[in-house]
Protein backbone atom coordinates (compact mmCIF):
# COMPACT_ATOMS: atom_id res chain seq x y z
CA UNK A 1 0.00 0.00 0.00
CA UNK A 2 2.94 2.51 1.07
CA UNK A 3 4.48 1.24 -2.50
CA UNK A 4 1.33 2.29 -3.88
CA UNK A 5 1.76 5.48 -2.36
CA UNK A 6 4.65 6.73 -3.29
CA UNK A 7 4.48 5.73 -6.44
CA UNK A 8 1.55 7.80 -6.95
CA UNK A 9 3.54 10.89 -4.77
CA UNK A 10 5.95 10.80 -7.32
CA UNK A 11 3.82 10.53 -10.52
CA UNK A 12 2.15 13.42 -9.28
CA UNK A 13 5.52 15.26 -8.67
CA UNK A 14 6.63 14.29 -12.52
CA UNK A 15 3.71 15.49 -13.94
CA UNK A 16 3.40 18.95 -11.93
CA UNK A 17 7.52 19.10 -13.08
CA UNK A 18 6.60 18.38 -16.28
CA UNK A 19 3.58 21.15 -16.11
CA UNK A 20 6.38 23.60 -14.77
CA UNK A 21 8.38 23.47 -17.44
CA UNK A 22 6.20 23.32 -20.17
CA UNK A 23 4.83 26.56 -19.06
CA UNK A 24 8.09 27.94 -18.26
CA UNK A 25 8.76 31.48 -20.26
CA UNK A 26 11.54 29.89 -23.25
CA UNK A 27 14.17 32.16 -23.97
CA UNK A 28 14.47 33.83 -27.11
CA UNK A 29 17.68 35.34 -28.43
CA UNK A 30 18.12 38.97 -29.50
CA UNK A 31 17.78 38.73 -32.68
CA UNK A 32 16.76 42.42 -33.57
CA UNK A 33 20.09 43.50 -31.71
CA UNK A 34 22.16 40.55 -34.25
CA UNK A 35 20.58 42.56 -37.06
CA UNK A 36 21.79 45.87 -35.64
CA UNK A 37 24.82 44.72 -35.01
CA UNK A 38 25.09 42.92 -38.47
CA UNK A 39 24.43 46.31 -39.83
CA UNK A 40 26.57 48.44 -38.02
CA UNK A 41 29.93 46.38 -38.76
CA UNK A 42 28.99 46.65 -42.34
CA UNK A 43 28.58 50.78 -42.03
CA UNK A 44 31.58 50.26 -40.54
CA UNK A 45 33.63 48.65 -43.40
CA UNK A 46 31.79 51.39 -45.55
CA UNK A 47 33.60 53.94 -43.14
CA UNK A 48 36.65 52.61 -43.62
CA UNK A 49 37.09 51.44 -40.28
CA UNK A 50 39.39 48.39 -40.48
CA UNK A 51 42.15 50.65 -41.67
CA UNK A 52 41.55 54.01 -39.95
CA UNK A 53 39.65 52.27 -36.41
CA UNK A 54 41.12 48.67 -36.86
CA UNK A 55 41.56 48.19 -32.88
CA UNK A 56 37.84 49.25 -31.98
CA UNK A 57 36.74 47.65 -35.75
CA UNK A 58 38.66 44.18 -34.87
CA UNK A 59 37.25 44.13 -31.46
CA UNK A 60 33.55 44.84 -32.18
CA UNK A 61 34.00 41.94 -35.14
CA UNK A 62 35.34 39.56 -32.43
CA UNK A 63 32.30 40.19 -30.11
CA UNK A 64 30.24 39.63 -32.79
CA UNK A 65 31.80 36.53 -33.78
CA UNK A 66 31.75 35.49 -30.15
CA UNK A 67 28.05 36.38 -29.99
CA UNK A 68 26.86 33.98 -32.88
CA UNK A 69 29.59 30.93 -31.60
CA UNK A 70 27.49 31.37 -28.36
CA UNK A 71 24.28 31.70 -30.29
CA UNK A 72 24.70 27.80 -32.12
CA UNK A 73 25.59 26.51 -29.07
CA UNK A 74 22.59 27.85 -27.09
CA UNK A 75 20.84 26.35 -30.23
CA UNK A 76 22.00 22.74 -29.74
CA UNK A 77 20.63 22.82 -26.32
CA UNK A 78 17.00 21.38 -25.39
CA UNK A 79 14.66 24.86 -25.82
CA UNK A 80 13.84 24.69 -21.43
CA UNK A 81 17.55 24.58 -21.02
CA UNK A 82 18.75 28.21 -23.59
CA UNK A 83 19.73 31.27 -22.06
CA UNK A 84 21.15 34.04 -24.17
CA UNK A 85 22.25 36.35 -21.56
CA UNK A 86 26.37 36.44 -22.68
CA UNK A 87 25.07 36.37 -26.28
CA UNK A 88 23.11 39.29 -25.65
CA UNK A 89 25.94 40.77 -23.62
CA UNK A 90 28.48 39.84 -26.62
CA UNK A 91 25.98 41.45 -29.03
CA UNK A 92 25.83 44.69 -27.18
CA UNK A 93 29.53 45.11 -27.02
CA UNK A 94 29.87 44.54 -30.87
CA UNK A 95 27.47 47.46 -31.26
CA UNK A 96 29.07 49.99 -29.60
CA UNK A 97 32.54 49.24 -31.17
CA UNK A 98 31.05 49.33 -33.97
CA UNK A 99 29.78 52.56 -33.52
CA UNK A 100 33.19 53.49 -32.24
CA UNK A 101 34.95 52.66 -34.94
CA UNK A 102 32.93 54.23 -37.18
CA UNK A 103 33.23 57.40 -34.85
CA UNK A 104 36.98 57.33 -35.31
CA UNK A 105 37.47 56.83 -38.61
CA UNK A 106 34.88 59.47 -39.52
CA UNK A 107 36.86 61.88 -37.35
CA UNK A 108 40.13 60.57 -39.06
CA UNK A 109 39.18 60.50 -42.22
CA UNK A 110 38.09 64.06 -42.19
CA UNK A 111 41.13 65.68 -40.60
CA UNK A 112 43.04 64.23 -43.37
CA UNK A 113 40.73 65.14 -45.91
CA UNK A 114 41.48 68.98 -44.90
CA UNK A 115 45.60 68.23 -44.80
CA UNK A 116 45.30 66.50 -48.28
CA UNK A 117 43.29 69.44 -49.84
CA UNK A 118 45.91 71.81 -48.04
CA UNK A 119 49.07 69.39 -49.66
CA UNK A 120 47.40 68.88 -53.16
CA UNK A 121 47.01 72.19 -53.54
CA UNK A 122 50.43 73.28 -52.60
CA UNK A 123 51.71 70.31 -54.88
CA UNK A 124 50.15 71.47 -57.61
CA UNK A 125 51.60 75.15 -57.27
CA UNK A 126 54.93 73.41 -56.86
CA UNK A 127 54.57 71.56 -60.64
CA UNK A 128 53.50 75.11 -62.05
CA UNK A 129 56.29 76.95 -60.73
CA UNK A 130 58.56 74.59 -62.24
CA UNK A 131 56.45 74.72 -65.31
CA UNK A 132 57.27 77.87 -65.41
CA UNK A 133 61.10 77.91 -64.88
CA UNK A 134 61.26 75.08 -67.41
CA UNK A 135 59.61 76.81 -69.55
CA UNK A 136 62.59 79.58 -69.96
CA UNK A 137 65.28 77.72 -68.86
CA UNK A 138 67.26 75.50 -71.43
CA UNK A 139 66.90 71.88 -69.35
CA UNK A 140 67.09 68.68 -70.95
CA UNK A 141 63.99 66.67 -72.33
CA UNK A 142 64.42 63.88 -69.83
CA UNK A 143 63.11 66.27 -67.05
CA UNK A 144 60.33 67.31 -69.09
CA UNK A 145 59.14 64.33 -69.17
CA UNK A 146 59.64 63.80 -65.75
CA UNK A 147 57.70 67.02 -64.80
CA UNK A 148 55.00 65.71 -66.97
CA UNK A 149 54.80 62.59 -64.93
CA UNK A 150 54.38 64.25 -61.79
CA UNK A 151 51.62 66.10 -63.37
CA UNK A 152 49.78 62.29 -64.13
CA UNK A 153 50.74 61.30 -60.71
CA UNK A 154 48.52 64.50 -59.12
CA UNK A 155 45.74 63.79 -61.24
CA UNK A 156 46.25 59.70 -59.58
CA UNK A 157 46.73 61.38 -56.23
CA UNK A 158 42.98 63.23 -57.09
CA UNK A 159 40.91 60.91 -58.09
CA UNK A 160 42.28 58.41 -54.72
CA UNK A 161 41.06 61.64 -52.97
CA UNK A 162 38.02 61.92 -54.49
CA UNK A 163 37.34 58.49 -54.08
CA UNK A 164 37.84 59.36 -50.27
CA UNK A 165 40.97 56.43 -50.73
CA UNK A 166 42.63 58.55 -48.27
CA UNK A 167 46.38 56.49 -47.59
CA UNK A 168 46.46 55.92 -51.34
CA UNK A 169 46.24 59.40 -52.18
CA UNK A 170 48.88 60.16 -48.94
CA UNK A 171 51.18 57.63 -50.77
CA UNK A 172 51.26 59.00 -53.86
CA UNK A 173 51.36 61.75 -52.95
CA UNK A 174 54.78 61.28 -50.94
CA UNK A 175 55.93 59.23 -53.83
CA UNK A 176 55.08 63.10 -55.97
CA UNK A 177 56.43 65.10 -53.27
CA UNK A 178 59.57 63.19 -53.87
CA UNK A 179 59.78 63.47 -57.48
CA UNK A 180 58.89 67.14 -57.12
CA UNK A 181 61.78 67.87 -54.89
CA UNK A 182 64.38 65.66 -57.15
CA UNK A 183 63.56 68.24 -60.22
CA UNK A 184 63.64 71.37 -58.21
CA UNK A 185 67.16 70.25 -57.27
CA UNK A 186 67.97 69.50 -60.29
CA UNK A 187 66.60 72.98 -61.93
CA UNK A 188 68.97 74.60 -58.66
CA UNK A 189 71.84 73.03 -60.02
CA UNK A 190 71.39 73.82 -63.54
CA UNK A 191 70.69 77.29 -62.81
CA UNK A 192 74.07 77.65 -60.69
CA UNK A 193 75.95 75.86 -63.32
CA UNK A 194 74.14 78.27 -65.69
CA UNK A 195 75.46 81.27 -64.08
CA UNK A 196 78.87 80.34 -62.44
CA UNK A 197 79.85 80.12 -66.35
CA UNK A 198 79.60 83.74 -66.38
CA UNK A 199 82.73 85.80 -66.04
CA UNK A 200 82.82 87.71 -62.90
Known amino acids: MSRKILLSIVGVVLLFTGI ?12 KRVAEATILLAEAQKA ?12 AQSYYDSA ?4 NQQNEK ?5 TYERMSQLIDKSIAGSRM ?6 AYMEQNRNKLAVRLHRLQKNIKVLE ?4 TFPIEPKYL ?4 ACKMQLS ?35 LNAYFSSYPH
Request: charged share 20%; with cysteine; proline share 5%.
Open 20 to 31: GILWMPLAHPPE
Open 48 to 59: AAPMYAKAEFAL
Open 68 to 71: MVEW
Open 78 to 82: YRFFR
Open 101 to 106: AIELST
Open 132 to 135: GRFA
Open 145 to 148: TQLS
Open 156 to 190: ECRLAFEAAHYATCAEKADTLQAQIQALQTVYTHR
